[in-house]
């Protein structure tokens, strides 16, 4: 699922005050960290994952991995953010506007 421009606006004006949920630390992105916010995303559909100072990995890097093991589109990255957003299969929470 691609999220179109209208979405994405959407989604990054939910996520605004969102706290982060994850922080991934100096080890980096580890299959624990995944498993977290897989968690996180099924719980709550939209996330916010904060890359620490001194976290190795680059952001872009860290939101494409994520993005394709818990199948979640990335909403936005900024800074050292990233806010993913995966649709609840049976019960979603969010409901995103239709059109461009």
Known sequence: MDLTGKQRRHLRALGHHLDPVVQLGKAGLTDGVVAAVEAAVERHELVKVRLGTECPDDLGDVADALSERLHAEVAQ?????ILLYRRHPKEPKIKLPTGS
Not at 77 to 81: A, I, Y
């Open 77 to 81: 990255t900024l800074g050292r953010t």
